[in-house]
């Protein structure tokens, strides 16, 4: 059996928090977002569109399962 490993990012908010928000740990500002972007691009990570991720795991079952707002109430 084959081992597939691709690694999911998920950002809630790029930007600055507006006063007087409350999670604030959900923003990230755009410098730190591209300093993200740059370090994935010299580790040469690159991004893949759900449809390269289909062929990549070779039809086998999977769920990339992402939520933005998903809070539990």
Do not use: C, N
């Not at 928090?17 to 300093?35: D, E, K, N, Q, S």
């Not at 010299?42 to 289909?54: G, Q, S």
């Amino acid at each position: 059996m084959t081992t597939h490993r691709i690694g999911v990012l998920m950002y809630h908010h790029i930007g600055r928090p507006p006063v007087g928000a409350r999670m604030t740990h959900l923003y990230v500002p755009p410098r730190r977002f591209a300093g993200h972007l740059a370090w994935l691009k010299a580790a040469e990570y690159r991004t893949v569109t759900m449809a390269e991720v289909a062929r990549f795991v070779g039809g086998e079952p999977f769920l990339l399962l992402v939520g933005d707002h998903l809070y539990i109430s």
